[in-house]
């Protein structure tokens, strides 16, 4: 029997109904409420701190009209955080790995920085096509170059989201089946191989965490270009 690494990818099926909807309301669940009291438990003042300072460090090089975006980009992240950490348990599914997924958050807000950078100042916004102090013979190659970059800038989140969860999860799934099939022939070599599999779990959660933060920080930067 061939193993196909890819099929730790697939969307789940219970019925033939697809659990992607479930995996993306799980992480809403684990989360606590806000209660109105005057004094909250240690899990509730964790979370509030950790919110209160990402927003502060998110926000902190916008203007005052890119604050009202806070609420957006910090849901955002911690959904992004969420779903990578818990992908990385056993039988669970990583829906963050799925390109069609990441595009279909970075796409509508990409275009919406544009969307408002074009309606609230439409010559800044197209000034960002062409470099100040540019040679006249070059500026069709330039402003088709920037507009290019400009386009290309949805597609690079979702790729680059997509293509660390998904080296990282192929990565850590080679070194867990060359453990296994080891462990009974040399099993010194097993124990290293299993080293070196905690050292990349290990890893992978940063990387799970970074990438998220990654995705909301250059939305944040191109809300910046247009506000």
């Keep these: 029997m061939i193993l196909n690494f890819f099929d730790q990818f697939m969307s789940p099926m219970y019925l033939g109904i697809p659990l992607i909807a479930l995996a993306l309301a799980l992480p809403w669940v684990l989360y606590p409420t806000p209660s109105p009291q005057w004094v909250n438990n240690r899990l509730m ?19 005052q009209p890119g604050h009202k975006w806070a609420l957006l980009l910090t849901s955002l992240m911690t959904l992004l955080i969420t779903l990578n950490v818990l992908g990385l348990l056993p039988y669970t599914f990583t829906p963050t790995t799925q390109l069609s997924l990441n595009l279909g958050l970075a796409v509508p807000l990409w275009l919406a ?10 010559t800044h916004s197209l000034a960002h096509l062409l ?3 540019s040679p006249t013979p070059l500026i069709p190659v ?5 507009t290019v970059s400009l386009l290309i800038r949805p597609l690079a989140l979702g ?7 998904t080296a990282g999860h192929l990565l850590i799934q080679l070194v867990a089946t060359a ?13 290293l191989t299993t080293g070196l599999l905690f050292f990349l779990t290990l890893l992978e959660v940063a990387v799970a965490m970074i990438q ?3 995705l909301v920080l250059l939305l944040s930067l191109y809300l910046q270009e247009n506000v």
Excluded at 159 to 165: H, I, K, P, Q, Y
Excluded at 179 to 191: E, G, K, N, Y
């Design 45 to 63: 003042t964790l979370q509030s701190w950790f919110f209160n300072r990402f927003t502060h460090q998110l926000l902190t090089p916008l203007n």
């Design 179 to 191: 453990t296994i099939t080891l462990l009974p022939i040399m099993p010194t070599i097993a124990f």
């Design 212 to 214: 998220a933060y990654v």
């Design 159 to 165: 790729v680059r989201l997509t293509a660390n969860l």
């Design 142 to 146: 330039l402003i088709i170059i920037e």
């Design 113 to 122: 920085t544009v969307i408002i950078g074009m309606r609230n100042q439409p």
């Design 131 to 133: 470099p100040e102090g």
